[in-house]
Each structure stands twice: as structure tokens, then as C-alpha cells.
């Protein structure tokens, strides 16, 4: 069995790993969600940057037990991609996620991919996801019904435009690496997962939206489980 620090992308919170944890619990796992990332909530005056976010997780992963699986999702790869070379990560595994060269920031990569049509810079240092609610729907989660993701979509949070603008340290990494690619990701190219993905020791693929952990849990844990 296995201890998994789970880290949630952007927009979100802890709450993103609902269907997950009892899941690997239940396959005899220890499970930490990290709650928040300091970059996303409520308060835009309030927000940290990758930094911030990163020192987080690493209290995630020193209070563990064991060397951790470090799973990130989305912008939560920028964060774990921080801890490439801790002493205490075991694995790390990127779902759908952001995996920076050193050096690279999210918008560095984004300018590479299709324009954000579910989300953009505001005046207060954020980034909001739009109200155009079937919009977001159709681009992060079309294969979650409606009627499920409307709530989770209205859970959205504003994320800084700091996190989304600070490079990435990207230290040289000294644990094998995952990626899981989401092939039906509307949101996420998938040549840019996969391009991403051919650094990885392990590629693992589900035919997901960027939102697995809603639309597939049962076959995302099922990955997460041959993880070791």
C-alpha cells in the first residue's frame, strides 16, 4: 500500500479529490488532500503564487509517514513539479497536468495552446472562470452530466495571475514520473499532454475531460493504484 498527496489544480480546492480519496482508501491506501492551495480562494487580496503553494505540499509530504505518491492535476503540476527532487516523493503523477521546463511559467505554456475560452485575467490580479457556466461545462467537464456539474462548476474560485506567471524552478528530478493523458480534454490539447507526457517514465491514458476524478473516478483510481 501506498500514501498519496493529492494536489488540486486551479480554480478549486481540496474538495476537487471528493470521489478519489474514499476510493484509495478503500483499495487499503493512506490518502492527504491538500485542502487549499494558497493561490486560489475567495479573497483576491489574499492570494499567494507558486511559491506559496509549493511550501504547502511540502509540509503535505514531510508530515507523512513514508516516501509519497505526489499526484498533481492541472495547475497543480506546476506545484509539484516544485518538489522534483525532495527527498520524500516516492513518484509523482501529472493528471492532465502542467509539466514546466525550468524556467517556464502557465502562460509560457498556455501561449502555445488554444486561447481559454472558461477563464481570463481580471483587474483585480486574478484569473476568473466565466459565468458562462455551459461554456466552462463544455470545456472542462463535458462528459460529467449537467445536473452534477453545474454545482461543481459554481464552486469555482478565483486563482492569482501571480501563480500563473511565475517560472517554475523545475529542479532536476530524482523520482520516476507518471503522466496520465485525457484524451477528450477540450481544455488541454492533447498533443500538448503529449508532448509533456514523452519525458515520463509511465504514460497512462483514460478517455476523459479534464475532469477524470468526476467522470471516470473508478478508472482514474484504478491508474493510481498500479502506481508504486
Known amino acids: 500500500m501506498a500514501t498519496y498527496v493529492l494536489v488540486h489544480g486551479g480554480f478549486v480546492g481540496g474538495w476537487y479529490w471528493d470521489e478519489v480519496r474514499p476510493r484509495l482508501e478503500k483499495a487499503g491506501h493512506t490518502v492527504d488532500v491538500v485542502p487549499q492551495l494558497p493561490s486560489s480562494g475567495p479573497d483576491p487580496s489574499a492570494l499567494g503564487d507558486l511559491v506559496a503553494d509549493a511550501e504547502v505540499v511540502r509540509r ?4 507523512a509517514e513514508e516516501p509519497v ?15 522534483a527532487d525532495h527527498p520524500d516523493v516516492a513518484h509523482s503523477v ?10 517556464a511559467s502557465v502562460f509560457d505554456m498556455l501561449s502555445t495552446m488554444p486561447p481559454l475560452t472558461w477563464a481570463a485575467p481580471q483587474d483585480d490580479g486574478t484569473m476568473r472562470v ?3 457556466l455551459a461554456e466552462a461545462h463544455r470545456a472542462l ?6 445536473d452534477r456539474a453545474e454545482p461543481l462548476l459554481r464552486r469555482a ?10 517560472p517554475s524552478s523545475a529542479p532536476d528530478r530524482t523520482h520516476p514520473v507518471t503522466y496520465v493523458i485525457c484524451e477528450d480534454d477540450a481544455t488541454f490539447p492533447v498533443t500538448a499532454q503529449e508532448a509533456m507526457a514523452a519525458a515520463a517514465d509511465h504514460v497512462e491514458r483514460l478517455p476523459s475531460s479534464h475532469a477524470p476524478m468526476f467522470s471516470m473516478p473508478d478508472r482514474l483510481v484504478e491508474v493510481l493504484d498500479r502506481v508504486r
Open 69 to 83: 505518491v505526489l499526484v498533481g492535476h492541472s495547475y497543480g503540476g506546476m506545484v509539484i513539479t516544485e518538489l
Open 157 to 166: 474560485r478565483p486563482q492569482s495571475l501571480a501563480s500563473a506567471v511565475a
Open 130 to 132: 466565466t459565468d458562462d
Open 60 to 63: 503535505h509530504v514531510g508530515s
Open 141 to 146: 467537464c463535458a462528459d460529467v452530466p449537467w
Open 94 to 103: 501529472y493528471v492532465a497536468a502542467f509539466w514546466p521546463a525550468r524556467g
